[in-house]
């Protein structure tokens, strides 16, 4: 079955980094673009990255441009999200999704995604 298994959270300080990975299982990991969302206590979960199948092509929500980095190793099954410049608006759950296949479109990555992680959190003091 899929799995989407995140780790990496902790508390660190503003203008920390941080490097979260969520290890995939259960499908063939490099035929699907994969994104990275969190919650924080009160809203709605955001868009935080996305990275596409194939030629890995990035994308970032305006509040995390510049300073966090999506990537992935496919032999590793593996995708990360490398934060720094950290600000205590960034504390919140951080969750990996599966997003869509290879061959099923051109890739939103604020659209669908089907499979999400259990979240790890993230803590940012000022």
């Known amino acids: 079955q899929v799995q989407l298994v995140e780790s990496g959270g902790g508390l660190v300080q503003a203008g920390d980094s941080l490097r979260l990975s969520c290890a995939a299982s259960g499908f063939t990991f490099y035929t699907y673009s994969m994104g990275w969302f969190r919650q924080a206590p009160g809203k709605e979960r955001e868009f935080v990255a996305g990275?596409?199948?194939?030629?890995?092509?990035?994308y970032y929500a305006d509040s995390v441009k510049g300073r966090f980095t999506i990537s992935r190793d496919n032999a590793k099954k593996t995708v990360y999200l490398q934060m720094r410049t950290m600000k205590p608006d960034d504390t919140a759950k951080y969750y990996c999704?599966?997003?869509?296949?290879?061959?099923?479109?051109?890739?939103?990555?604020?659209?669908?995604?089907?499979?999400w992680g259990q979240g790890t959190q993230v803590t940012v003091s000022s």
């Open positions: 990275i596409s199948w194939g030629d890995g092509r990035t």
């Open positions: 999704a599966r997003g869509p296949q290879l061959g099923s479109g051109s890739y939103n990555p604020r659209g669908t995604y089907d499979y």
